[in-house]
């Protein structure tokens, strides 16, 4: 991973979550999100976490990479309906995080499949830090 991609996702994570931005539902853009999942986090997000947490199964059998592939900028294919899943990563879909409530539809939905508990802010924050640098 390119350590400038992941040192800019953070300084503009730490830059936006000094916004009035404090709420996920506040959040209009994937950076605005960011910032507001960071900014209730008790740290700055980190996007080589985030790829870490994308790529392990917690414990269970699945991870995140099962259905939106190794990577998330191309078309990821659900492990049981056989359904194709758009690009996650912002970069190769620009509807991906631009709706605050299907983010935290989503996130509810995949962390409990994924890791049997909803995710914390941080860990939405690591991820998305991370997606946010990927390119198609």
């Given at each position: ?114 890791v049997g508990r909803a995710c ?17």
């Amino acid at each position: 991973m390119n350590k400038s991609r992941i040192a800019l996702a953070a300084a503009a994570a730490i830059a936006l979550s000094s916004m009035a931005l404090t709420r996920p539902a506040d959040a209009a853009t994937p950076t605005e999100l960011l910032a507001a999942y960071a900014a209730r986090s008790a740290r700055a997000p980190s996007a080589e976490q985030g790829k870490a947490f994308f790529a392990m199964p917690h414990g269970r059998d699945w991870s995140c990479a099962t259905c939106h592939g190794v990577s998330p900028a191309t078309e990821g294919r659900h492990a049981v309906t056989g359904r194709s899943i758009q690009p996650l990563a912002p970069g190769a879909n620009p509807t991906r995080f631009m709706d605050r409530d299907k983010a935290d539809k989503w996130f509810g939905r995949n962390c409990g499949d994924v890791v049997g508990r909803a995710c914390t802010d941080a860990e939405k924050a690591d991820v998305l830090a991370w997606l946010i640098t990927l390119k198609p």
